[in-house]
């Protein structure tokens, strides 16, 4: 598939999402929001691809959505653009295969909540991570007002989004917000080793796994424990859960085939 902003590339079980919009540090506009949301499309499709990684290169993760598109925006169009943007992300969210952030560089903004829309963020050590939207006399719109809460608690949430500030990959590893600080160079291999190993799971289990975690974090303790045995039950349906279990027996690797 064809992508203006964004290049797609698969490595092994591993897909590799870069967007690609050096000139405006990679500012996210609609066009590109509607891209991350096909790329995703297209990596749940494939059943080659077990894991996904979203960078923005070596430089930048994403200054956030294009200020120029917005700056004469009419209610009605930022309705449209903040479904577009929401629907994009929730499908990062929802992709039933685990989704890294690999941050160099600026993740501000819907940069930012692009990567709290993954399900782990790793960052180099010269990150800059932020919700500067208030500067601008707006708000984070694309899931920032929900996800960064529940991330990182209200508090801190509110803390970051009242004042703009953007915080170092230290103090973003020492709230939560992100997974792992690593430096700048090994920022995109980390990513890839991770999602390489993930990717050797199995593959339905994994997609169980987190639709259990996402679901239940969306509702009370007693409806997530019913979603969670539902999906763990559900797996003894699987091959792999078979052959997961047998290898263990046999004191061998499980080979597991995604059924
Ligand atoms: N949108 C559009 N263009 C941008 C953006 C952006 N978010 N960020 C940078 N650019 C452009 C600059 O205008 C500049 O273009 P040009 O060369 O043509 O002048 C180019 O990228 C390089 O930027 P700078 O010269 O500013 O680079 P610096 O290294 O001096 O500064 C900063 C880097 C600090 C990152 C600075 O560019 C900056 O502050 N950027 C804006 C950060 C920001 O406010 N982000 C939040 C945007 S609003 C948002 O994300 C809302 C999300 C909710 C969407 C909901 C949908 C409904």
Not at 37 to 55: E, N, P, Q, S, W
Not at 132 to 154: K, S
Not at 231 to 249: N, V, Y
């Amino acid at each position: 598939m064809d992508f203006k902003f964004l290049i797609y590339e698969k490595e092994g079980y591993v897909s590799r999402v870069t967007l690609n919009r050096p000139k405006v540090l990679n500012a996210l506009n609609s066009e590109v929001f509607d891209e991350i949301g096909r790329a995703m499309d297209l990596a749940a499709a494939d059943d080659g691809v077990h894991a996904v990684v979203i960078t923005g290169g070596e430089k930048v993760f994403a200054a956030g959505a294009d200020i120029a598109e917005m700056a004469t925006a009419d209610p009605v169009s930022v309705y449209k653009f903040g479904e577009t943007a929401q629907g994009a992300l929730n499908k990062v969210e929802n992709l039933p295969k685990p989704v890294i952030a690999a941050i160099n560089g600026y993740a501000l903004g819907g940069g930012c909540e692009l990567a709290l829309a993954c399900d782990i963020r790793i960052a180099g050590e010269s990150a800059k991570i932020g919700l500067p939207e208030i500067n601008l006399g707006i708000f984070p719109g694309a899931g920032g007002t929900q996800r960064l809460p529940r991330l990182v608690g209200a508090a801190r949430a509110k803390e970051l989004m009242f004042t703009g500030d953007m915080i170092d990959a230290a103090r973003a590893e020492k709230i939560g917000l992100v997974n792992q600080v690593v430096p700048d160079g090994e920022v995109l291999s980390t990513a890839v080793k991770l999602a390489a190993r993930m990717a050797q799971k199995g593959a339905v289990a994994m997609a169980m796994l987190k639709t259990a975690i996402n679901q239940g974090l969306a509702t009370d303790l007693a409806s997530g424990l019913n979603i969670e045995r539902q999906c763990f039950s559900l797996l003894f349906a699987t091959e792999d859960q078979k052959e997961g279990m047998q290898a263990f027996m046999e004191k061998r690797k499980p080979e597991f085939k995604g059924r």
